[in-house]
């Protein structure tokens, strides 16, 4: 018996010391380490309110817009007469098989009077033009101008009663995420609606500089080109015109002709018969990490002067070379196809205020855009435009005009003559500007392509060439 309570002291001796060791030493450190965890810095910011999701009121709604603009949406079939393969007996007989051939698209009346904007593309070659409008009516439309540049064509239909016709809103003040609607007539149905944002604006898809679309999400398949891109208030910022696509269908990316170009097209056409072009008269780069490197400035956006056209409105206004345009009127310049977007909204003689960086002073310059074709003319299905002194003295060239486009053919296939070569000489005589090749074409006038005999050129490379024809 003495045993036994013995070791039951013992016991409980021992499981008193446990206890108490481990209040003074274990649970205090691990207390510790808690408190060390807990007081530990939070370097992410996050936030834990909790997110109410929108209510119905504030979800966008597009129906207004909606209702606006469908029945200013038409179907545009064209049909065209196109060669057909030759058979063998068309080979034996001489002949020449002809067919004709539909194509489709969309448009949108701009007045009630009929006037309808749709792509240059949808009716390219047509020799009949119909209108379908939404409520199934048919008129046939007369061509009355079109832009291949920008795409854009104007049709008229005649009807008895006014028109449902879309306003033009400003594709200027349109943001980068705007809810827009792109509404088409693809399948000579009805019109056809579909949402999306804006995606980006200014885009060129051709690598040539001379575009400046908006970019949208909004589903967009061929036939919708020509249709309208409306915003919540049912305006017109933009006339679909191509999508991004290696299948030919819709994968995301869609791309529309500014509403200001379009509207400035159409009004050149209605008023002048054909488009006005007003020019800064400066040539040069859109500036980004690569090329400000290579030129040695800090900034990466702006536009970078490297020569200016004699007679232009930039030189009259003072721009000068290594100047960087960063701001038109109030239209940030962040890259070349936002400088050519805003001016292609512009005419000549339209006064503009230019801002520019030059070194580390900003300045304000009223320019008065010139008139493209003081700087450019055409001869030989071929269009040149002067160069400036600045350029002839960095490249080392005594004369010569710069080819900016070319459609000959023949003069491509026999001497390569492209864009981007400058011709010096014609017949042994020096063209030191646009003036000297209208004096040519007013010495010889149609027969101006019998009485040249020689070219001389400066290709791309630098290389000079000279071609003989007789």
Known sequence: MKKILTLVLVSVLGGFITLSTYKLLLEDKHTEEISSIQNQPNFIPTNYYKTNLASADEQPSFVEAAEKTVHA???????????????????????????????????????????????????????????????????????IGTDPKTDI????????????????????????????????????????????????????????????????????????????????????????????????????YSFAVPSNIARKVVEDIMEYGNVQNGILGVNGIGLNGITSEKLDINTTEGFYVSSVDEKSGAKEAGIEKGDIITQIDNVKISKFADLTGYLNTKRPDDVVSVSILRGNSKKILPVTLSNIEIMTTEFLDIQVRNISDEFKDEYSIESGVLVTKNDNYWLYKNIGLNKGFIITEINDTKINSIDDITRLKSKYGSKLADNIEKISVINRNGQKHSYIFR
């Open 73 to 143: 949406v038409v179907h545009v079939k064209n049909t065209a007469v196109v060669s057909s393969p030759n058979t063998l007996e068309d080979f034996f007989f001489g002949r020449r098989s002809q067919r004709a051939q539909v194509g489709t698209g969309s448009g949108v009346i701009i007045d009630k009077n009929g006037y309808i904007i749709t792509n240059n593309h949808v009716i390219d070659g047509a020799r009949e033009i119909s209108i379908t409008t939404n409520d199934n009516k048919i008129y046939e439309a007369k061509l």
């Open 153 to 252: 064509a104007l049709l008229k239909i005649e009807a008895d009663e006014d028109l449902p016709f879309v306003t033009f809103g400003d594709s200027d003040q349109a943001k980068i995420g705007e809810w827009v609607l792109a509404v088409g007539n693809p399948f000579n149905l009805t019109s056809t609606v579909t949402a999306g944002i804006i995606s980006a604006k200014s885009r060129d898809l051709s690598g040539q500089n001379y575009q400046s679309f908006i970019q949208t999400d909004a589903a967009v398949n061929p036939g919708n080109s020509g249709g309208a891109l409306v915003n919540n208030n049912g305006e017109l910022v933009g006339i679909n015109t191509a999508i991004s696509s290696q299948t030919g269908s819709y994968i995301g």
